[in-house]
């Protein structure tokens, strides 16, 4: 195996658990928003995500209440959106601040950070969150403060997850050849388009999942099975 100078890391089932995404803080930013966007829609960056969010549904023109029940559909339907992905971030910031949750991290990922840092490797994520509620996600988690883990941060700005380029593009933007990266996800078409761009995987199949019987990617039960 190529030497590994890197770690890439989805959040997501593979630090963190599906559930605290998907049952804490999407639920909190869907029961806030509607006042979010009335209190804060004035304000410049809250504005432009607005904007964005309306160009991407090829809306010319749409009254405030309308924006705000879009945006609610696509919190629904988990919409990739990157103009979402901001306004949730900036809900959530308010939430871990006020001490409403701490992010969920799997019992071992703290520790095994930590060596990995020691060991000299860079440590990268790459989420379909926004990069500030990722810096906000892990540093208001369970563990403490891990930000000092991270030398850098990827969202949907980068390019989608599912997508060979999005990696390629990660690879040039730490300035390390892909053969040297290993990239850490529960979810298979990530992995798929991260090996296309030559990157090393890492397919996280936490218990109670069961393993996958014809793997395309060398599968992990958790972070201390693998070593990079």
Same mark, same amino acid.
């Given at each position: ?14 630090? @963190? ?14 029961? &806030? ?29 749409? @009254? ?9 559909? +696509? ?5 990739? @959106? ?9 809900? +959530? ?22 060596? +990995? ?17 990722? &810096? ?7 563990? *403490? ?23 390629? &593009? ?8 892909? *053969? ?17 761009? *030559?990157?090393?995987?890492? +397919?996280?199949? &936490? ?22």
């Amino acid at each position: 195996m190529t030497t590994i100078r890197a770690i890439v890391t989805d959040i997501e089932g593979t630090t @963190s658990s599906i559930s605290f995404v998907k049952d804490v803080l999407f639920p909190y930013a869907r029961k &806030r928003l509607p006042a979010y966007v009335e209190t804060h829609g004035d304000k410049p960056e809250v504005q432009h995500w607005l904007h964005e969010a309306a160009k991407e549904a090829g809306i010319v023109e749409a @009254s405030r209440q309308e924006i705000i029940e879009l945006l609610l559909s +696509w919190i629904d339907e988990d919409r990739k @959106s990157t103009a979402l992905k901001a306004l949730q971030g900036m809900i +959530w910031k308010d939430g871990y601040e006020d001490g409403d949750y701490r992010a969920h991290i799997y019992p071992e990922v703290s520790a095994r950070l930590h060596a +990995w840092r020691g060991e000299g490797l860079h440590l990268y994520v790459y989420s379909s969150g926004s990069v500030p509620s990722q &810096r906000l996600f892990f540093g208001y988690s369970e563990a *403490g403060d891990l930000t000092p883990m991270f030398a850098g941060y990827f969202d949907t700005e980068t390019g989608p997850k599912r997508e060979r380029a999005s990696y390629e &593009r990660i690879a040039a933007a730490i300035d390390e050849q892909p *053969g040297h990266i290993l990239f850490l996800s529960d979810i298979v078409e990530e992995l798929d388009a991260a090996q296309a761009a *030559g990157f090393q995987t890492a +397919w996280l199949v &936490r218990p109670p999942q069961a393993l996958p019987e014809q793997p395309r990617h060398p599968v992990y039960r958790d972070f201390d099975a693998i070593t990079p």
